[in-house]
């Protein structure tokens, strides 16, 4: 089963994404697939925070670029937080529109659980930096892509996460 969490930043969709997967996957601690790279020391903080929080309920991998790999190799039920944090790492290593449609293919036809997260960006102004306007793009893009394959879709706003789909 494939599952998608979207709201804007600071929704708490992560949090909704969290309790979702510990609710429908009793057993084994999920595995939490964060793909936040290191950027400075206030995310390293921020990345500390998280997992020290998480540690007694979920398996923390890492894993920045490489998500299909990654999830293809746990036995279990994967969260993958957050797919926007990935598409701006894929685009700062400069993958394309392409390469990171690819992935999220061969992502979605895994067998496995997976409870994804993603910013909802489409509410937003129309940037004047060209980079921004791509990410926004692939983002709304990788949105569809994800909501179109999973079984279930929420989207959440303030905390309190309704089903769409």
Same mark, same amino acid.
């Given at each position: 089963?494939?599952t998608l969490?979207?709201?804007?930043i600071?929704s708490g969709?992560?949090? !909704? !994404?969290e309790k979702?997967?510990q609710?429908?996957h009793?057993?084994?601690k999920p595995?939490y697939?964060a793909?936040?790279?290191?950027?400075?020391?206030?995310?390293?903080k921020?990345?500390?925070?998280? @997992?020290?929080?998480?540690?007694?309920?979920?398996?923390t991998?890492?894993?920045?670029?490489?998500?299909?790999n990654?999830?293809? @190799?746990?036995k279990g039920?994967?969260?993958?937080?957050c797919?926007s944090?990935?598409?701006n790492n894929?685009l700062?290593?400069?993958?394309?529109?392409?390469?990171?449609e690819?992935q999220?293919?061969?992502?979605?036809a895994?067998?496995?659980?997976i =409870?994804?997260?993603?910013n909802?960006v489409?509410c937003?102004?129309?940037s004047?930096?060209?980079?921004?306007r791509k990410?926004?793009?692939i983002?709304?893009?990788?949105?569809q892509?994800?909501?179109?394959k999973?079984?279930? =879709?929420?989207?959440v706003?303030a905390?309190?996460?309704?089903?769409?789909?």
């Open positions: 089963m494939k969490f979207i709201g804007g600071k969709k992560s949090q !909704a !994404a979702y997967i609710k429908h009793k057993g084994a595995i697939l793909t936040t790279e290191f950027i400075d020391d206030e995310m390293q921020k990345i500390d925070v998280h @997992k020290e929080m998480r540690q007694e309920s979920f398996v991998v890492e894993e920045a670029l490489q998500i299909k990654t999830i293809a @190799k746990q039920a994967v969260l993958v937080e797919l944090m990935w598409i894929m700062y290593h400069e993958y394309n529109t392409q390469e990171i690819a999220i293919a061969n992502v979605m895994l067998k496995q659980d =409870v994804f997260v993603i909802d489409s937003s102004v129309v004047q930096n060209p980079l921004t990410f926004v793009n983002n709304g893009k990788v949105a892509l994800v909501a179109q999973c079984d279930e =879709v929420y989207q706003t905390g309190i996460s309704v089903r769409i789909k």
